[in-house]
């Protein structure tokens, strides 16, 4: 997400546990990589030329290749906003796991509008969240050359490319841990994405579609609306006094300036979550789809959640049989920064029969 100040938070929260090193070291951990994957052929039917994906690596690669994590990025984010939950206490321990932080398409530092000079801008064409796990898969297999996974995990659009791993790919790895993601955007959904990019193309630099600048009026309306979403009203409304507000919304704006390689970027991630739909991608019902699962399965729904509506992902899980770990927040899509869910993520990449469903409340302080 482009609040990404707001997911800092979650380092304060979250407690885990530490392992042990294994042997193979990795030169250069948590350096910004990039591997080559030539054409990238679309679901639409469009082709992403040159497309390169950036990527980390944290920890060591175990002997027997056994131990690698994959985590995609979130709408807007970049693997270095993701270093600061990775390492020992943090949500993947590299004494344990070899974990590797994926840059989605679009986000900036892979192949986006904003920096690919074969399809620059409006040009480059519309990808789904389906095209964000066959970067992945390929990076994976021809890049690093690993045959399996031990996990993949993401929280938000990295959530909703775990349900997409989970059912393109079911052989490919041992878990798959989505956090406040979904199999299938609903109206709602498609209402919020739709609603900011018409924000984005409002402003006069759009130009219908050919932006010469920066646009910051219309980055700024999405950015809001967006923040009137990112958490529920009660949490705003508690966190942010009438006297407050000006500095608050001033805030947003002040923030959410870009040119049109952002603007164009910011479209195309939230083309691709309008996108999403699983069952209907492949022609089965909800729980035929979760059928299609071999891996175990731990999923976290925010019930509060205003910014990815989690009923597809709380019917998912039913249907798989999968544990729910119910996050009892105002913080809504934000609750993994209010309530610690760490020990439980480390329980389950240890031993998922360890995990069952449970619903997690948010603590409150008494002044």
Not at 48 to 76: C, F, K, M, Q
Not at 167 to 173: C, G, I, R, S, W
Not at 335 to 358: E, Y
Request: aromatic fraction near 8%.
């Amino acid at each position: 997400m482009k609040n990404k100040e707001l997911f800092f938070a979650l380092v304060a929260v979250m407690l885990f546990v530490s392992g042990s090193m294994h042997a193979q070291s990795v030169p250069g951990e948590g350096v910004q990589q990039f591997g080559d994957l030539g054409d990238l052929k679309l679901q639409k039917g469009g082709v992403i030329h040159d497309l390169r994906i950036g990527y980390r690596t944290l920890g060591t690669l175990n002997v027997e290749r056994s131990n690698a994590i994959l985590w995609p990025t979130w709408l807007g984010g970049r693997t270095e906003d993701l270093l600061p939950f990775v390492g020992a206490g943090n949500l993947t321990d590299t004494g344990k796991y070899f974990v590797i932080l994926v840059d989605s398409i679009g986000n900036g530092a892979s192949t986006s509008p904003s920096t690919s000079k074969a399809q620059p801008l409006m040009k480059f064409p519309e990808f789904s969240i389906h095209d964000m796990v066959e970067s992945e898969y390929r990076l994976a297999t021809e890049v690093l050359h690993l045959s399996h996974l031990h996990a993949v995990m993401g929280m938000s659009m990295g959530g909703m490319q775990a349900f997409a791993w989970a059912v393109l790919y079911p052989d490919f790895m041992d878990q798959v841990i989505p956090m406040a993601g979904s199999p299938q955007s609903t109206s709602y959904d498609k209402l919020l994405w739709t609603s900011e990019i018409d924000a984005i193309q409002l402003d006069p630099a759009w130009n219908r579609g050919n932006p010469a600048r920066p646009l910051h009026r219309g980055l700024a309306l999405a950015a809001e609306i967006e923040s009137m979403n990112v958490t529920s009203p009660n949490y705003r409304v508690s966190h942010t006094n009438s006297k407050g507000f000006d500095a608050f919304v001033n805030g947003i704006k002040k923030n959410a300036k870009g040119g049109p390689g952002v603007a164009c970027n910011q479209i195309r991630q939230r083309q691709a979550i309008i996108s999403l739909d699983l069952p209907v991608e492949l022609g089965i019902s909800m729980d035929q789809l979760a059928l299609r699962v071999k891996s175990k399965m731990l999923i976290f729904i925010p019930t509060q959640d205003h910014l990815v509506n989690p009923d597809p992902a709380r019917r998912f899980a039913v249907a798989a049989g999968a544990p729910i770990i119910v996050l009892d927040s105002p913080c809504g899509h934000l609750s993994f920064a209010c309530i610690s869910v760490g020990p439980i993520v480390a329980q389950f990449l240890a031993d998922p029969a360890a995990v069952h469903t449970q619903t997690l409340h948010e603590e409150v302080v008494s002044p």
